[in-house]
């Protein structure tokens, strides 16, 4: 079966920008509320216990993206048994996973305590709030986790973005009234768990709804859980590399700087991540696909699609790069105020973060998308490795910046090291080009960024300079990179492929 690439592609953009932007305003309004209501402090628990479980995800060892890449191929043949057999080893394997967490984590419970530096809101109980979070991680698992397989690998991430778009909306609003009528934190987290659960059995149905007679039944072969044996054991280290960047650096600044700091932090990772999140869409709407082609398609087909998705990618990387480091201070003090705020060289550190972590996921998704994460086993340990000693030794004399620094390394040595392991296995060719279009890309947009900075940089503060600024970013960098960049083939490629992905989504409301 060949799936439909653009038509998919179009509806997983459409409806996951719409349950993207509820994503967003909803947890910014949580934030705020929770800020003002009970204090820093207890968002800094929330990023504490987030980072701490994330840690405990470990336990999945990526399972689910090797799950994921074993039933391309089956759905590319309409081979049903082997389809029902890899889910019903996947439900088997995430059971296990949820029970392994929950182990673990309350191994973790007696020492929760030494995570913290200072002191803790005296009206909790930060064990119990743990516990809260550690069933609903558990929970998350334990209840039909296995069948998002099928949604992933048939590229219908649309069918969550739905769910997720009808659910979410209902959960917060239960949530903050409940917190806002008590004032009590416990009030506001018992609700997680419970959201959890109805989410899980929706989709359950919903997915029974649209993949009739794909059940977990039947015994996948030998060779086959050889290959995904090798793969999970291969996708170790880059899921601990992964939970390393995005939650060591919490762990580290808790236990170092306190709770105010890990605050303050999360409220600037929030807006990037949100950011993070908008661009994940498209290459979750673009993985499944890519795996499609990688089977069907030419290798100079595919070699002129990676191109054109890396020019695209640099594109909106660096105009959001810019948005960042032009928008976060006069944006945070209107939402926090002077006091929880980070100096302006920690903010153009977090842009520098920002672009080094997003213009490297093209081949990430290539990667993804080929399997081929054995033959990048390596990388990941060096780099988990590096970022997690710098932390140690960097929070100590530069704080925060120290933090940032650390990770701005460890990913920019990962680049050119993902870089080669893509065009050696999956694209077969030198990668010269490819890295003269990403510099040019990167000068032109750094340019353009410049220029858009020193503007912004004659306004004031206020909602109507911020607004002024979101305007001027909105169209001078992206002019600046049009017109060194119109004459380009990939840029005519962008043109026509947002011109099909459009004409899609209208022809399927």
Known sequence: MKIERTKNAARNIVFGTIYKIIGIILPFLSRTVILYVLGEKYLGLSSLFSSILSFLSLAELGIGAAMVYSMYKPIADNDHDSICALLNLYKKLYRIIGTCILVIGLCVLPFLRRFIKGDVPSDVNIYFLYLLYLVNAV??????????????????????????SVITPVSYIVMLVALVITKNYYAYVIWLPIFTIITNIIRSIYVDRHFPGLKPKGDVSKEVKASINKKV???????????????ADNIVMSAYLGLTVIAIYGNYRYIMTSIIGFL????????????NSLV???????????????FINSWLVGWCTVCLVCLYQPFMLIWTGEDLMFSLPVVFLLGVYFFVYQIRKIPVV???AAGIWWEDRFRPYTCMALNFVLDLILVRYLGVAGIIIATIVSLAISIPWENYTIFKYVLHRSSKEYYLKMLLYAATMLAGGALTYWICGMLGQGIV???????????????????????RREFKQTIELVRNIFSSSKRNG
Do not use: M
């Not at 334990?142 to 690998?153: D, M, N, P, V």
């Open 296 to 310: 069907l398609e030419s290798p100079e087909k595919n070699y002129s699609d990676f191109l054109k998705l890396s």
């Open 233 to 247: 054991k291969a996708l170790i280290g880059t899921k601990l590399n992964t939970v390393v960047i995005n939650a």
């Open 465 to 487: 300079a911020l607004l002024l600024r979101a305007v001027i970013c909105l169209i001078l960098p992206n002019a600046v990179f049009v017109l060194a960049n119109f004459k």
């Open 139 to 164: 929970l998350s698992y334990w209840l039909f986790a296995y069948k998002g397989a099928l949604i992933q690998a048939h590229q219908r991430s649309d069918i969550d973005s739905k769910i997720g």
């Open 366 to 368: 290539y990667k993804d």
């Open 280 to 291: 994940s869409i498209c290459y979750s709407a673009l993985t499944a696909g890519i795996g």
